[in-house]
């Protein structure tokens, strides 16, 4: 029996080694092109307001984070910078700044989701019809899949 018990533990960590890398690195590996420069400038150009995405916020940790300028424009919502590497990451905008995952559960039903965050390095998000991104303050990236704060950046 012993001589069973430790081949299946060391197969079973290799399974959840081998699936907590596919989590890591798929959404790598099937992103699209990140945006490029001339594309960051456009939206750079048309935007109302900036803000800065920080590593240093209260729920943002090694594997959870964002850096870098956003500019928030009516049609658009652009990252010039990086967000950390995850699975179905959303854009959020919320009335106030949000940096815990408790205060983004919280404050969701204020909140309304902006698109996808599909790229890593630099993102552009199109901002749908009817979302006026000057009635919110702080813009929000969350994994919807593991419901994990990501980053924030307040823009007004």
């Known amino acids: 029996m012993k001589a069973l018990l430790w081949p299946l533990a060391t197969h079973a960590l290799a399974v959840a080694i081998?699936?907590?890398?596919?989590v890591y690195l798929l959404p790598i590996l099937i992103?699209?092109?990140a945006p490029s420069a001339a594309q960051l400038q456009q939206q750079a150009g048309s935007a109302e307001f900036t803000g800065q995405f920080r590593r240093d916020l209260k729920d943002s940790d090694a594997l959870h984070w964002g850096e870098g300028t956003l500019h928030v424009g009516r049609n658009a919502i652009a990252l010039?910078?990086?967000?950390?590497?995850g699975p179905?990451?959303?854009?959020?905008?919320?009335p106030e700044f949000i940096e815990t995952e408790a205060d983004f559960k919280r404050l969701k039903p204020t909140l309304v989701q902006v698109?996808?965050?599909r790229t890593f390095d630099n993102f552009v998000v199109e901002v749908p019809a009817g979302i006026d991104p000057a009635q919110f303050t702080t813009a929000?990236?969350?994994?919807?899949s593991?419901?994990?704060f990501i980053?924030?950046?307040?823009?007004r």
């Open 18 to 22: 081998g699936f907590a890398g596919g």
């Open 31 to 33: 992103a699209p092109p």
């Open 80 to 85: 010039e910078g990086r967000v950390a590497p």
């Open 88 to 94: 179905d990451y959303r854009l959020y905008l919320s």
């Open 115 to 117: 698109g996808q965050v």
């Open 140 to 144: 929000i990236v969350w994994c919807e």
């Open 146 to 148: 593991f419901g994990q």
């Open 151 to 155: 980053t924030a950046a307040r823009y």
